[in-house]
């Protein structure tokens, strides 16, 4: 069966899909998206995800469609008969000839597609850590935007693949780890779990948020400041974050071995709060 996208309004063949060569998004990035997972046909998190993606627009001063994404997002899923997997979303400012400046009459143009991902390997691979290198931080200063704009963090994304590595951590000139490429970063100490703040140098994930409520209910002390690299390498254990990631431990910062290389009790204690989340919200 071929594959079906929601494309401003229409759910065609993606072969067929097409968008204007003056959309901003194209030309510009000028846009913002979300990915969201789908778990047993449900959307986890729905409307955190639609929440983030309303603030992103707002930020940067594009219109929210007049659109039921939830349920654009779910029936996009649908269509492409994904039970597990991702439904990404992405809303541009419009087509406009190209000009840096935009009129204030443009109507976005939103685009949706879906794809199976099996969650089962993720939610189980808890038993052992991955590798992360770092990068130094040259994005932007509204990281906490969905923006599309992701030049950085491919570039980041690619260095780690290139090391042998699952993910880059950002570190900036001051030695704080902001988050990875597409993740965000976490470290665990003597049961103790910290993670950069939520403020405008990192995106506040969603599996981050719904991961520190899930801490605090089962008693796990988390603290939202930001940590070096120098206290990350010492730590008893790390773990990256993300919607396709989900609770992903890390084994290896550079060259460093955290620990025994083996998985701390407590990350793997956190990664099993959220796998029996989704596999609750999937029941
Ligand atoms: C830069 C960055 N940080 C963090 C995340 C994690 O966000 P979420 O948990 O909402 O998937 C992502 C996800 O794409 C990301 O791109």
């Not at 808890?126 to 963090?153: F, H």
């Amino acid at each position: 069966m071929g594959k079906t996208a929601y494309v401003n309004g229409q759910f065609v063949d993606m072969q067929a899909a097409q968008v204007n060569i003056e959309d901003r998004g194209y030309q510009f990035a000028d846009g913002a998206y979300e990915v969201c997972t789908v778990a047993n046909g449900r959307l986890l998190d729905g409307d955190p995800h639609v929440r983030r993606l309303h603030r992103s627009l707002a930020e940067l001063k594009i219109p929210a469609p007049d659109l039921d994404i939830r349920e654009l997002l779910l029936e996009t899923a649908q269509r492409n008969q994904v039970d597990w997997g991702i439904v990404y979303i992405q809303v541009t400012r419009g087509v406009a000839p190209r000009n840096h400046a935009f009129p204030d009459t443009l109507t976005p143009a939103v685009v949706i597609t879906s794809r199976p991902l099996d969650y089962q390997p993720v939610l189980a691979g808890a038993s052992q850590g991955k590798k992360v290198i770092t990068t130094p931080e040259i994005r932007w200063r509204r990281c906490d935007i969905k923006s599309i704009s992701l030049l950085p963090n491919i570039l980041a994304k690619q260095q780690a693949r290139e090391a042998g590595a699952f993910e880059a951590w950002f570190v900036t000139d001051e030695g704080e780890v902001t988050e990875g490429s597409s993740t965000n970063a976490w470290i665990s100490n003597a049961g103790t779990v910290v993670t950069h703040p939520a403020s405008h140098a990192i995106l506040n994930g969603i599996v981050r948020q719904t991961l520190i409520e899930l801490m605090e209910n089962a008693g796990i002390r988390v603290e939202q400041r930001p940590f070096t690299l120098e206290e990350a390498k010492w730590a008893d254990g790390a773990f990256v974050t993300s919607t396709t990631a989900c609770v992903t431990p890390v084994s290896h910062i550079d060259d460093t071995t955290l620990g025994d290389g083996s998985v701390d009790t407590t990350v793997q204690h956190i990664a099993s709060l959220y796998r029996d989340y989704i596999y609750a919200a999937a029941e």
